[in-house]
């Protein structure tokens, strides 16, 4: 990215000698990208991250249809995915949202019985951001195309963690973003199976083969197709080791903070992503304490930051809304350590027990 910057200035749709250099960098970037998901680099729409890649999934296929469609979707998407679901019902459309178990997965039998003659595209993403649960993508395809429906998922939180060969999962498109494995934020992409047809949501130029217009993002292009290498690259040896020191953060805990229990433990996880609740404890006090004591925890989704009702996901799954707000989403990445995991647990265990000292609710439980 810093090389685009210092030396790539040119827009690489102009045909002069910069814009053609700073094309060839774009090109290249995207061929890189195309060769981690598996796809042709034709394939691969670049855009400005998981939100403007899902809505153009799924604002570009229904709006492509010409025609009253149907949509099926799931109550734990991100509200990227929610909230064009809403808006499309605004416009006509029909959306089925179905809900998860209670351990976070979507029931592919659910899929097939919610399918109609008009439904022109199923949306699952393919790991949950808040849990990390991971949904069978594939069979969930493979039900979507037997009754002629295109299938989207949103690999933002999944890419880089797990193999995101967009042939073997069976989508027809995946967004991704590349804040999520260390690129910068503000850059992403879309894969569009080839044949799949598009309504553009951005209009203006011809870029992006007419499937998103506007002066592409050369410097984020290049990092994204970097990162993605390395989380590929990486991919066998990071999962050993996130895992671990997910599995170390969650048995710790469990062990010394008595009223706790990790939301999805008993499905299949991206190594990354631990939710744990805490009975008798608000979430926002905790991710504030645990802030002052140096660690970034959150209650949810970023993209819902600040919201009052509890999470959308955790509701979905059946808890209840005091547990639902009782819950922490813990992350691990690339530089986090064992010392850190246990520093966080030291943590945790005193911040816990000082907010239950001074909570009523506590005493309920207790």
């Excluded at 799949?196 to 998103?212: M, N, S």
């Excluded at 808890?319 to 707000?325: E, F, G, I, K």
Aim: aromatic share 4%; net charge neutral.
């Amino acid at each position: 990215m810093v090389a685009c910057l210092r030396q790539t200035h040119g827009n690489a749709s102009s045909i002069h000698y910069y814009g053609q250099a700073a094309k060839q960098k774009l090109e290249q970037a995207r061929l890189e990208l195309a060769g981690v998901l598996g796809c042709d680099a034709n394939e691969v729409v670049l855009v400005s991250g998981g939100t403007e890649a899902d809505n153009l999934a799924l604002f570009g296929v229904v709006r492509a249809a010409h025609r009253t469609a149907h949509i099926i979707t799931t109550a734990i998407e991100h509200p990227a995915v929610l909230a064009a679901c809403r808006e499309l019902e605004r416009e006509g459309h029909t959306v089925t949202c179905l809900a998860p178990d209670s351990n976070g997965v979507v029931d592919p039998a659910g899929v097939r019985r919610a399918l109609r003659p008009g439904t022109v595209l199923v949306s699952v993403m393919h790991a949950n951001n808040e849990t990390g649960v991971v949904q069978p993508i594939g069979e969930i395809a493979a039900i979507a195309h037997e009754a002629g429906a295109l299938m989207h998922s949103d690999g933002v939180q999944a890419f880089g963690k797990l193999s995101g060969d967009v042939r073997t999962l069976g989508v027809d498109l995946y967004s991704i973003s590349g804040h999520k494995i260390c690129a910068p934020k503000g850059v992403g992409a879309l894969y569009v199976r080839g044949g799949a047809v598009l309504e553009p949501i951005i209009r203006g130029g011809h870029h992006e083969r007419d499937r998103r217009a506007g002066t592409e993002n050369v410097a984020g292009a290049a990092a994204l197709a970097a990162a993605a290498s390395a989380a590929r690259r990486d991919l066998d040896s990071e999962t050993r080791r996130l895992s671990g020191l997910r599995d170390r953060l969650e048995s710790a805990i469990l062990e010394r903070v008595p009223g706790a229990g990790v939301n999805g433990g008993r499905a299949a996880r991206i190594p990354n992503t631990t939710n744990i609740w805490f009975d008798g404890v608000q979430g926002e006090a905790l991710v504030i304490a645990l802030d002052l004591a140096g660690f970034a925890v959150s209650t949810g989704s970023a993209c819902s930051s600040g919201a009052v009702e509890p999470s959308h996901v955790l509701s979905a799954m059946g808890l209840s809304a005091d547990r639902a707000r009782a819950s922490l989403r813990f992350s691990l990445g690339r530089s986090n350590t064992v010392e850190q995991v246990d520093a966080l647990v030291e943590a945790v265990e005193q911040a816990v027990a000082r907010l239950r000292g001074v909570s009523a609710r506590w005493d309920a439980y207790a």
